[in-house]
Structure formats: C-alpha cells, structure tokens
C-alpha cells in the first residue's frame, strides 16, 4: 500500500512543477523527519520510519536503502525479538545511488556517501566523502574537487561534450 502511496506522491510530483515538497511531505506524513530543501529520488520508507530523520539539503539518490530493524537475532534467540535504531542524516548530505544505510547510523553534517556503499558505522568528521562496503572515509570535499573540477560538466551540455569532445568525459583506469 505505501508504495502505491509513493508512486501517486511522485506523479503529483511531476504535476505540480517538480517541487521537491510534495515527496518530502509525503515521507513527513508517514513518520520521517525531513528538513526543507530535501531531494529524495526513492522510496525511502521502511516500518519504522519514525526512525529515519534527515536534516536540510540533503539528496538521496535513486535506489538507497534505509534499514531501520534486524530480526537476524531471532535465529540465536528463543524471543521474538529485533535489534532497532535510528538512521541520521546532517545537513548538505549527498547520499549516492544504491547506498545502503543500516540501523544506528548517523552522519555529520557535510557529507557525500558514493554510490554502492554500505554504510555500517557512524561518521563525524564533515566535508568528507566516504565509500565501500563497509564504508570508510576515502576523500575530503577539498581532494575531490581539485582532482574532478577540470572534468566536470553541466548536465545541459553533455550530449554536446560527447558529440565534439568525448576525451573530456570521465574514464575510468584499470586498477588490476
């Protein structure tokens, strides 16, 4: 049910000019606590979403995970029991595509996760960039921009830059 709930908040989305409110109020009135200017690209609900809260500006690409609970200790345990806890997000979060976030996490402001990360520990260090599985700091804000502004491209002018000047994309080496 809440995912058709979310994909009805995404086509009022598109109706109502792409504002990013109407997907983060939806999120706002299924328990998690979102501040303004947020840009959330999935469904970032879970069963317990009471437990997520994400501060301002942060972005949440496209298939992130959210895990707020673990029943894995029901198998060692006679109970019917869960381990639980809160997932945090700072302010001017950038969290990259299929990351995901396990329960009792938190990150301080300023921070990008790359995308594919699993994010197992907590982070409070900001203007760091942190990555891998499990994810540990791999950059500085600093680092990152010097070694990637001179590649970057506005996204309007990509198709340009392919078409006449395809060596200014990025390419990745071989590491093996």
């Given at each position: 049910m809440k995912e058709l709930s979310y994909k009805i908040a995404k086509i009022k989305y598109r109706l109502f000019g792409r504002d990013k409110e109407v997907i983060?109020?939806?999120?706002?009135?299924?328990?998690v606590k979102i501040g303004g200017g947020c840009n959330i690209c999935c469904n970032i609900l879970t069963p317990e979403s009471f437990l997520i809260e994400i501060g301002e500006d942060v972005?949440?690409?496209d298939?992130?995970?959210?895990?707020?609970?673990d029943n894995s200790i029901n198998k060692i345990s006679k109970e019917t029991i869960n381990l639980f806890g809160k997932i945090?997000?700072?302010?001017?979060c950038f969290i990259?595509?299929?990351?995901?976030l396990l329960y009792g996490v938190s990150l301080a402001p300023n921070?990008?996760?790359?995308?594919?990360?699993?994010?197992?520990?907590?982070?409070?260090?900001?203007?760091?960039?942190?990555?891998?599985?499990p994810a540990k700091i791999i950059s500085t804000?600093?680092?990152?921009?010097?070694?990637?502004?001179?590649?970057?491209k506005g996204k309007a002018n990509i198709q340009k830059v392919l078409d006449e000047n395809p060596h200014l994309l990025?390419?990745?080496?071989?590491?093996g």
């Open positions: 983060n109020d939806f999120f706002r009135k299924n328990g972005t949440i690409a298939q992130v995970d959210f895990i707020t609970h945090e997000i700072g302010d001017n990259g595509e299929r990351v995901t921070i990008i996760v790359a995308a594919g990360s699993v994010v197992v520990d907590s982070f409070e260090t900001e203007e760091v960039i942190i990555g891998g599985n804000w600093d680092a990152f921009f010097s070694k990637s502004r001179d590649k970057a990025i390419k990745r080496k071989n590491r």
